[in-house]
């Protein structure tokens, strides 16, 4: 069984079991989190919400709390001696999906 959540402005497929790296949630390592937004829920039957599923969510349980490898963001403008270097490091949650209810 597979489903579909909304999560950051994101979608993800998930199946209980997987692991998923979104963006940060509040909480602390160790803490349950409820997807109330799922956008579809597949298996035997497959159920597509309009445009989410009612009554159905995803659990899962914080793993790791932390920052993602940093980017390097670079401009510059030809021939006027313009450059800017930046660099970020997004903050992410590591989940593990322990459950789907459909």
Same mark, same amino acid.
């Given at each position: 069984m597979y489903a579909v959540v909304k999560? &950051? +402005?994101k979608q993800y497929k998930v199946s209980e079991g997987d692991?998923?790296?979104v963006e940060k949630l509040?909480?602390?390592v160790g803490d349950t989190v409820e997807f109330s937004e799922?956008?579809?829920? &597949? +298996?035997?039957k497959v159920v597509i919400g309009t445009p989410l599923v009612p009554s159905a969510s995803v659990v899962g349980k914080i793993v790791e709390q932390g920052k993602d490898k940093k980017i390097l963001?670079?401009?510059?403008?030809?021939?006027?001696?313009?450059?800017?270097?930046?660099?970020h490091r997004q903050l992410r949650t590591i989940l593990?999906?322990?459950k789907i209810n459909a």
């Open positions: 999560t &950051g +402005g692991f998923l790296k509040e909480g602390a799922v956008l579809m829920v &597949g +298996g035997d963001v670079f401009k510059s403008k030809r021939r006027k001696d313009s450059r800017k270097l930046n660099g593990k999906i322990e």
